[in-house]
């Protein structure tokens, strides 16, 4: 079915479809069509490149779109690139002659398809536009060269300038070039052999609302041309800049405080909540604040004593906890507990499982000893959790990781327990009756875990469920613990509930070696998600924290990865110990682990205060949340088994429960990663825009870009390139990226970086639409990675498809979504932008009254992405902002038209309460 995805919350404009016209020409092979659109009254003018004709269709019923005429205009070129309709209800059309590099014609015609007149205009005409009056056209002169070295042509870039005048036969041209124009630096003038005024390739024209100025995009040169159109001169040249791809990424902290008590010791010590130990993000109020549940682990206890471990509340049920943020207030809300129960109803315990007679610590099935203040051994419970991860499934169940088996907890919505997960063999091994502890279906060698280190995360995706081992398994089962921090193999265990199958994969941490005897060892998960669309996140950390350490001590790392090409490790963990194996040694018995790729540093981020990330939460493509364990308040404690009372010892101070907001922002670099991972990467962007558009608000007035990219790529100069194969060329602290196709490898960058600069690579567009000042030149605002992660949102199977093939992660490596088009318009009395996406396909729709802070207001997109079907409509072009005075509906509309397809879709814009 057709996507149409509307903005999470009030919106101020709704867009309603209310047709579409086919050209009919793409079904028939007949090339490009429907690539560029005009629209006046109840006629639609549609260009048909490759046909070389005109489409005039009836829209009096914008429901029933009907060909009245089709114009053949191949007897004045050699290809149909623009259409424009003035005030006047004059049609132009642009021609490129049949040689491009010749001069190219505009053909004027009636609104029913009569040809008036021509004009002879400059090599490869690619826009036209009219004045405000309609007295004038302007046509932006593309002049591309035919190939680069001798024999070669390459015209000059010009803009046209026709004086509409209705009784001449021979309309007078001003032409507008580029000859001796001053180029200010940050113009890119690198065509091998040629003049600035050949190099120039002007794009796209907007002209003012006074008419008086017209503003010309020079896509490859990522500059801004300003003309005045009355004497028909370049005023000013403005380049771009560029943009940098690697902002450093921003955590904002919120502590959790006014936490509820939990009881208190049998000696009388009340205890608060804590000890969160996972992290869901459910969504948003109908107020904005971010919601999210994380539960508790298996309660408030000490540090053991050989293999007694106290628990201050033997009692304590562990329990799920809702949380709401008021990012505006910084408030964090405990909005409700859900209390985890037995199928019977009875409370569940945090309690070890099993007491193995004569077992140690190292032996498999074995946990902890239990023991009260007083140290008195207690019961031991079957079914008792440390729960260390959670995830809410679509039907608002709960799926829990759990340390001591390791164990899967499946749980409804009310907390009630319906199945419990663990290892083949744990009632054998316990000398326990079959299901005492859970149904055994897991892989048996998980019961190889350290103790209190089996499962720390848990995700669901594509109706499975993944369990992430903390640490590598103690597997021989005699391996010691100093051996064991320094391995780095951890298991990642798919589990699928219809069928009870399982698979399993190896995931190697970092694990670098300790900076000082005080660095703790950053040899444990912390948490992971799902991604949307595929793939996962996942926290590796230590135990240290500022201002106790030093931040260059402390690693905290988020990492994405996909399955793809990773091995199952099932039918293989008879033969070999995979979990002590370096790569080198997988690889030699045929294992290949997940690939990862850095997300995001979350110390260097600025989450560095707290020891214990165990909480991960995905909100949105480049938005994550965190949130540590605080250990209750009671991670450091002296006991006095006499009194059964305990005091915090002198260098300890418990650490508060910090919630992370996690804002990363760049751009997805690879298209082999199979991930949606956007983050930040050492590469600069040319804004390189296609279309512009100009708007006023207030006195001023602004331009909208939108900055797809483009290269040059003739016979003797090809600029494009992946980095990998120019990796030499850059600084060797980023070689090692530039040489890895899961990171920049396969980027595609220039051969030819603006003004010979080399720090870092450049790549074509900016994967964002902007604002500038048009008096100033200054950019006002920029859409950052949002049109990324708004489309990984929407479409996450399809995340930067390309327009002609229903795929994921395809033009990761080169433009993303491709923002092409734009136009600007008055609804209501609020402007609004709307951007064309040329590859993932539909529009963004942005309110811009105020400039400088532009909202989100809807993206719609009508592609098909079922099967191999890209239609109805697909790689939008051009976009049109039709006024209500010019609408054959009376209402404001939006004309957008589709090359891939050749289709023109037709939307209603009307105005909605907030």
């Given at each position: 079915m057709p996507l149409l995805v509307a903005a999470a919350g009030a919106q101020a404009l709704s867009l309603e479809p209310l047709g579409r016209y086919d050209t009919g020409l793409i079904q028939a092979g007949q090339g490009t069509a429907g690539e560029t659109a005009a629209l006046r009254g109840d006629r639609l003018y549609v260009t048909n490149a490759d046909d070389v004709s005109l489409d005039i269709v009836d829209v009096s019923n914008p429901a029933q779109p009907y060909l009245l005429r089709r114009v053949p205009l191949a007897a004045y070129g050699g290809s149909v690139t623009s259409v424009a309709v003035s005030s006047k209800n004059l049609i132009a059309v642009a021609v490129a002659a049949v040689t491009k590099t010749d001069p190219g014609s505009v053909?004027?015609?009636?609104?029913?398809?009569?040809?008036?007149?021509?004009?002879?205009?400059?090599?490869?005409?690619?826009?036209?536009?009219?004045?405000?009056?309609?007295?004038?056209?302007?046509?932006?002169?593309?002049?591309?060269?035919?190939c680069y070295g001798a024999g070669c042509?390459?015209?000059?870039?010009?803009?046209?300038?026709?004086?509409?005048?209705?009784?001449?036969?021979?309309?007078?041209?001003?032409?507008?070039?580029?000859?001796?124009?001053?180029?200010?630096?940050?113009?890119?003038?690198?065509?091998?052999?040629?003049?600035?005024?050949?190099?120039?390739?002007?794009?796209?024209?907007?002209?003012?609302?006074?008419?008086?100025?017209?503003?010309?995009?020079?896509?490859?040169?990522?500059a801004i041309a300003e003309i005045d159109i009355r004497?028909?001169?370049?005023?000013?040249?403005?380049?771009?800049?560029?943009?940098?791809?690697?902002?450093?990424?921003?955590?904002?902290?919120?502590?959790?405080?006014?936490?509820?008590?939990?009881?208190?010791?049998?000696?009388?010590?009340?205890?608060?909540?804590?000890?969160?130990?996972?992290?869901?993000?459910?969504?948003?109020?109908?107020?904005?604040?971010?919601?999210?549940?994380?539960?508790?682990?298996?309660?408030?206890?000490?540090?053991?004593?050989?293999?007694?471990?106290?628990?201050?509340?033997?009692?304590?049920?562990?329990?799920?906890?809702?949380?709401?943020?008021?990012?505006?207030?910084?408030?964090?809300?405990?909005?409700?507990?859900?209390?985890?129960?037995?199928?019977?109803?009875?409370?569940?315990?945090?309690?070890?499982?099993?007491?193995?007679?004569?077992?140690?610590?190292?032996?498999?099935?074995?946990?902890?000893?239990?023991?009260?203040?007083?140290?008195?051994?207690?019961?031991?419970?079957?079914?008792?959790a440390d729960l260390e991860g959670v995830v809410v499934d679509a039907n608002g169940h709960f799926w829990m990781a759990d340390e001591y088996r390791p164990a899967i907890y499946h749980f409804d919505r009310e907390g009630l327990l319906i199945e419990r997960l663990v290892p083949i063999g744990t009632a054998a091994a316990a000398g326990a009756p079959a299901d005492t502890f859970g149904t055994e279906v897991l892989p048996a060698v998980l019961a190889q875990r350290r103790q209190n280190r089996g499962f720390e995360a848990i995700a669901v995706q594509d109706g499975k469920v993944y369990a992430f081992v903390q640490s590598p398994l103690r597997n021989p089962a005699t391996?010691?613990?100093?051996?064991?921090?320094?391995?780095?193999?951890?298991?990642?265990?798919?589990?699928?509930?219809?069928?009870?199958?399982?698979?399993?994969?190896?995931?190697?941490?970092?694990?670098?070696?300790?900076?000082?005897?005080?660095?703790?060892?950053?040899?444990?998960?912390?948490d992971a998600v799902a991604m949307p669309g595929g793939g996962f996140l996942v926290v590796e950390r230590d135990d240290d924290?500022?201002?106790?350490?030093?931040?260059?001590?402390?690693?905290?790392?988020?990492?994405?990865?996909?399955?793809?090409?990773?091995?199952?490790?099932?039918?293989?963990?008879?033969?070999?110990?995979?979990?002590?194996?370096?790569?080198?040694?997988?690889?030699?018995?045929?294992?290949?682990?997940?690939?990862?790729?850095?997300?995001?540093?979350?110390?260097?981020?600025?989450?560095?205060?707290?020891?214990?990330?165990?909480?991960?939460?995905?909100?949105?493509?480049?938005?994550?949340?965190?949130?540590?364990?605080?250990?209750?308040?009671?991670?450091?404690?002296?006991?006095?088994?006499?009194?059964?009372?305990?005091?915090?010892?002198?260098?300890?101070?418990?650490?508060?429960?910090?919630?992370?907001?996690?804002?990363?922002?760049?751009?997805?670099?690879s298209d082999r990663d199979n991930l949606v991972n956007i983050r930040n990467w050492p590469v600069y962007g040319m804004y390189q825009p296609d279309a512009v558009a100009s708007f006023t608000a207030g006195d001023?007035?602004?331009?909208?870009?939108?900055?797809?990219?483009?290269?040059?790529?003739?016979?003797?100069?090809?600029?494009?390139?992946?980095?990998?194969?120019?990796?030499?060329?850059?600084?060797?602290?980023?070689?090692?990226?530039?040489?890895?196709?899961?990171?920049?490898?396969?980027?595609?960058?220039?051969?030819?970086?603006?003004?010979?600069?080399?720090s870092r690579p450049y790549v074509f567009g900016t994967r964002s639409f902007s604002i500038w000042d048009a008096a100033s030149g200054d950019q006002v605002w920029d859409s950052g990675a949002e049109l990324e992660a708004r489309t990984a949102a929407a479409v996450p199977r399809n995340f930067n498809s390309n327009n002609d093939e229903n795929t994921f992660d395809d033009r990761s490596d080169n433009k993303g979504p491709e923002p092409e088009g734009v136009a600007v318009g008055t609804v209501a009395g609020r402007s609004y932008a709307?951007?064309?996406?040329?590859?993932?396909?539909?529009?963004?729709?942005?309110?811009?009254?105020?400039?400088?802070?532009?909202?989100?207001?809807?993206?719609?997109?009508?592609?098909?992405f079922d099967g191999e079907a890209v239609g109805p409509d697909s790689g939008p072009e051009v976009v049109r902002f039709i006024e209500a005075k010019d609408s054959p509906t009376g209402t404001p509309m939006l004309v957008v038209a589709n090359e891939i397809t050749g289709t023109v879709s037709l939307w209603r814009l009307t105005p909605s309460a907030p």
């Amino acid at each position: 079915m057709p996507l149409l995805v509307a903005a999470a919350g009030a919106q101020a404009l709704s867009l309603e479809p209310l047709g579409r016209y086919d050209t009919g020409l793409i079904q028939a092979g007949q090339g490009t069509a429907g690539e560029t659109a005009a629209l006046r009254g109840d006629r639609l003018y549609v260009t048909n490149a490759d046909d070389v004709s005109l489409d005039i269709v009836d829209v009096s019923n914008p429901a029933q779109p009907y060909l009245l005429r089709r114009v053949p205009l191949a007897a004045y070129g050699g290809s149909v690139t623009s259409v424009a309709v003035s005030s006047k209800n004059l049609i132009a059309v642009a021609v490129a002659a049949v040689t491009k590099t010749d001069p190219g014609s505009v053909v004027f015609l009636t609104p029913a398809g009569q040809v008036i007149r021509t004009a002879t205009v400059g090599a490869l005409p690619d826009m036209v536009t009219f004045t405000p009056d309609g007295k004038r056209l302007l046509v932006a002169n593309e002049g591309e060269p035919d190939c680069y070295g001798a024999g070669c042509t390459d015209p000059e870039g010009t803009v046209s300038i026709i004086r509409v005048v209705p009784m001449l036969p021979q309309l007078p041209v001003q032409t507008v070039d580029f000859g001796g124009v001053a180029m200010p630096d940050g113009v890119r003038i690198f065509g091998p052999g040629a003049t600035p005024a050949q190099d120039v390739e002007p794009e796209y024209i907007t002209i003012d609302p006074t008419g008086a100025r017209a503003f010309v995009t020079l896509q490859e040169n990522n500059a801004i041309a300003e003309i005045d159109i009355r004497t028909a001169r370049v005023t000013g040249i403005r380049a771009l800049g560029f943009k940098d791809f690697d902002p450093a990424p921003v955590v904002e902290s919120f502590e959790v405080t006014g936490l509820p008590g939990i009881g208190a010791t049998a000696a009388g010590q009340a205890l608060s909540l804590g000890g969160f130990s996972g992290l869901f993000y459910e969504g948003k109020t109908d107020d904005g604040k971010l919601k999210f549940v994380t539960h508790t682990d298996r309660g408030p206890n000490g540090e053991p004593t050989g293999s007694l471990r106290p628990f201050l509340l033997p009692d304590f049920s562990p329990r799920i906890v809702r949380l709401e943020l008021d990012r505006t207030t910084g408030q964090v809300e405990v909005t409700g507990q859900v209390a985890l129960r037995l199928p019977d109803g009875s409370a569940l315990t945090g309690l070890p499982n099993t007491a193995i007679a004569g077992a140690t610590a190292s032996t498999p099935y074995n946990d902890e000893v239990p023991v009260d203040l007083h140290g008195n051994v207690l019961s031991t419970d079957p079914l008792g959790a440390d729960l260390e991860g959670v995830v809410v499934d679509a039907n608002g169940h709960f799926w829990m990781a759990d340390e001591y088996r390791p164990a899967i907890y499946h749980f409804d919505r009310e907390g009630l327990l319906i199945e419990r997960l663990v290892p083949i063999g744990t009632a054998a091994a316990a000398g326990a009756p079959a299901d005492t502890f859970g149904t055994e279906v897991l892989p048996a060698v998980l019961a190889q875990r350290r103790q209190n280190r089996g499962f720390e995360a848990i995700a669901v995706q594509d109706g499975k469920v993944y369990a992430f081992v903390q640490s590598p398994l103690r597997n021989p089962a005699t391996l010691a613990n100093g051996a064991l921090n320094a391995m780095r193999n951890i298991r990642v265990v798919e589990f699928d509930p219809a069928t009870q199958a399982t698979r399993q994969f190896m995931y190697v941490m970092d694990n670098p070696a300790p900076l000082n005897a005080d660095d703790s060892i950053a040899d444990k998960i912390g948490d992971a998600v799902a991604m949307p669309g595929g793939g996962f996140l996942v926290v590796e950390r230590d135990d240290d924290a500022v201002p106790a350490d030093p931040a260059a001590q402390i690693t905290k790392k988020v990492y994405a990865f996909s399955l793809t090409g990773a091995t199952d490790i099932t039918d293989k963990d008879v033969l070999y110990d995979l979990d002590q194996m370096s790569t080198s040694e997988l690889a030699a018995v045929g294992v290949t682990p997940l690939a990862k790729v850095l997300h995001v540093d979350l110390a260097s981020a600025g989450y560095d205060t707290v020891q214990k990330v165990e909480g991960l939460a995905y909100i949105d493509a480049n938005t994550l949340a965190v949130i540590n364990d605080n250990d209750f308040g009671v991670a450091g404690i002296s006991i006095d088994t006499a009194t059964g009372t305990f005091v915090l010892l002198p260098d300890y101070q418990p650490e508060p429960t910090l919630l992370g907001i996690v804002s990363t922002s760049g751009l997805d670099a690879s298209d082999r990663d199979n991930l949606v991972n956007i983050r930040n990467w050492p590469v600069y962007g040319m804004y390189q825009p296609d279309a512009v558009a100009s708007f006023t608000a207030g006195d001023r007035t602004y331009l909208i870009t939108a900055n797809e990219g483009d290269a040059r790529d003739y016979d003797g100069f090809a600029e494009e390139v992946r980095a990998r194969s120019v990796r030499s060329s850059y600084p060797a602290a980023i070689q090692p990226v530039l040489n890895d196709n899961l990171q920049l490898g396969r980027l595609t960058v220039t051969r030819a970086p603006p003004g010979g600069d080399y720090s870092r690579p450049y790549v074509f567009g900016t994967r964002s639409f902007s604002i500038w000042d048009a008096a100033s030149g200054d950019q006002v605002w920029d859409s950052g990675a949002e049109l990324e992660a708004r489309t990984a949102a929407a479409v996450p199977r399809n995340f930067n498809s390309n327009n002609d093939e229903n795929t994921f992660d395809d033009r990761s490596d080169n433009k993303g979504p491709e923002p092409e088009g734009v136009a600007v318009g008055t609804v209501a009395g609020r402007s609004y932008a709307f951007v064309g996406l040329e590859r993932i396909g539909g529009v963004m729709v942005y309110d811009v009254t105020d400039p400088a802070a532009p909202d989100f207001v809807d993206y719609v997109n009508p592609r098909s992405f079922d099967g191999e079907a890209v239609g109805p409509d697909s790689g939008p072009e051009v976009v049109r902002f039709i006024e209500a005075k010019d609408s054959p509906t009376g209402t404001p509309m939006l004309v957008v038209a589709n090359e891939i397809t050749g289709t023109v879709s037709l939307w209603r814009l009307t105005p909605s309460a907030p």
